[in-house]
């Protein structure tokens, strides 16, 4: 069946570099997407990806794409505070994407 | 425009009360989903809703359900509650057609609290 897995927490100092990877099953996506959940709210897409890309790049984030591996990853470059929050990985087929279960990024000084 | 306003924000009930939240999505979109949000389990997919009628649907018990008004407005039901159910309810809304992104827009969810 569909999976999606993340590792659950990242703790990062900052204005580091922060990557946060996730695994997939599904060949057939079409899109696989990053969505940022802030604490009290919904989720927001910060950045998706068409599968027949390895790579794009949106000022600060950079998505990768391994479809051998389907292994996705998000890299957050100098990481600020405000960057904290739970970021989901998605793969999307049909109409119904199939969620991780969301990567909790802790910023730190 | 607006996004997708979700109500009530918080609600408090007790076991075997029933319970029941409404979405209304962005205008112009006609697909609404719902999922359910723990600690525990994470985003589970609960049902889908396009022009009226359920077009998917998670692994809930039958005391989920749903239903979405010709205005595209959602409403889903839980009946019976149990303590279990406490939870962040989340709506999205989407477009649903052919060769856009299936980018979900959420409203800030209802969470539901069960005593």
């Known amino acids: 069946g569909e999976d999606v897995e993340q590792s659950l927490f990242l703790s990062v100092r900052e204005g580091d570099s922060s990557v946060i990877n996730c695994t997939y099953t599904?060949?057939?996506?079409?899109?696989l997407y990053w969505y940022k959940q802030e604490p009290g709210a919904g989720l927001q897409l910060l950045t998706y990806i068409f599968s027949n890309m390895d790579m794009k790049q949106d000022q600060r984030l950079t998505v990768l794409l391994n479809k051998k591996d389907k292994h996705l990853s998000l890299r957050i470059a100098d990481t600020q505070t405000g960057d904290s929050a739970i970021y989901f990985c998605a793969e999307g087929g049909s109409y119904i994407p199939t969620f991780g279960r969301g990567t909790s990024l802790i910023v730190h000084p | 425009k607006a996004g997708v306003t979700q109500t009530p924000r918080y609600l408090i009930k007790t076991r075997g009360q029933q319970v029941t939240l409404s979405c209304s999505p962005i205008?112009?979109?006609?697909?609404v989903s719902w999922y359910q949000q723990t600690p525990g389990q994470g985003l589970q997919f609960l049902f889908e809703?396009?022009?009226?009628?359920?077009?998917n649907k998670g692994n809930f018990p039958g005391r989920f359900s749903g239903r979405q008004f010709s205005n595209s407005r959602s409403e889903m039901n839980v009946s019976t509650l149990e303590l279990g159910d406490s939870a962040l309810y989340l709506c999205?809304?989407?477009?649903?057609?052919?060769?856009?992104?299936?980018?979900?827009?959420f409203g800030e969810g209802s969470r539901l609290t069960v005593l």
């Open positions: 599904d060949s057939s996506s079409t899109y």
């Open positions: 205008s112009g979109h006609r697909s």
């Open positions: 999205a809304s989407s477009r649903r057609t052919g060769g856009n992104t299936g980018e979900l827009f």
């Open positions: 809703y396009f022009s009226e009628t359920q077009r």
